[in-house]
């Protein structure tokens, strides 16, 4: 359980700070998510980090059991395929992107979603196991 603690408390915290940024400076993220959206080589480059993540986080935890360890196993092969969906397929990631930032509805459920996620994530890493 060790590497699951490990990729708990190194994921959880960048999601809790992405969903933070998302709720506390929407209009500054939306700012970003566009100037983002407009390059391609910056897609690719997040394609590229996004796979190279999920392909480490697979190759050291691909563990499918019932608890919350399947989390970490499913976020790493949620990255593999948002990463190879960025790479290969960037102007889908256009379209979708700019439909989300669109509707600030949308962008403000991920955020709650990503924050009450990262949450979660760091209360199964930190806490101490009863």
Do not use: C
Request: proline share 5%; glycine share 10%; charged share 10%.
């Amino acid at each position: 359980m060790e590497t699951s603690i490990f990729i708990a408390r190194l994921v959880g915290p960048v999601i809790v700070v992405g969903g933070l940024l998302g709720l506390l400076r929407p209009g500054e993220m939306k700012a970003l998510a566009q100037d983002f959206l407009a390059s391609r080589p910056l897609i690719f480059l997040a394609g590229f980090l996004a796979l190279l993540a999920g392909l480490a986080i697979i190759n050291t935890h691909n563990v499918w059991v019932l608890d919350w360890r399947v989390v970490i196993t499913l976020l790493g092969w949620i990255s593999v395929f948002a990463g190879i969906l960025r790479m290969g397929f960037p102007e889908t990631i256009e379209k979708i992107g700019t439909a989300m930032i669109e509707n600030p509805t949308v962008l403000r459920v991920l955020g709650g979603v990503q924050l009450a996620a990262g949450i979660w994530l760091m209360s199964k890493s930190y806490l101490p196991i009863s």
